[in-house]
């Protein structure tokens, strides 16, 4: 190719960070849109307190 065909770097340079914006933007407002519009909860049992290590306490006692 010319050099007169042949863009200038500073076109190059500018296309690529803006690109970069963009795809930035892109992602943030996907990440935005999930956390403020998540409508997934999956169901959670409520744990039962009366067995299992629940009640123990995590300092040993001296008895």
């Known amino acids: 190719m010319?050099?007169?065909q042949e863009p200038k770097?500073?076109?190059t340079a500018l296309k690529l960070v803006i690109g970069?914006?963009?795809l930035i933007a892109l992602v943030?407002?996907?990440l935005?849109?999930?956390a403020e519009f998540n409508t997934y909860s999956p169901d959670?049992?409520?744990s039962d307190?009366?067995?299992g290590i629940t009640k123990d306490?995590?300092?040993r006692s001296n008895r």
Do not use: F
Request: proline share 8%; aromatic share 16%; no cysteine.
């Open 2 to 4: 010319s050099d007169d």
């Open 9 to 11: 770097l500073w076109v």
């Open 20 to 22: 970069a914006i963009v």
């Open 28 to 30: 943030g407002l996907a």
């Open 32 to 34: 935005y849109y999930t």
């Open 44 to 46: 959670v049992p409520q």
């Open 49 to 51: 307190q009366s067995w």
């Open 57 to 59: 306490s995590p300092i």
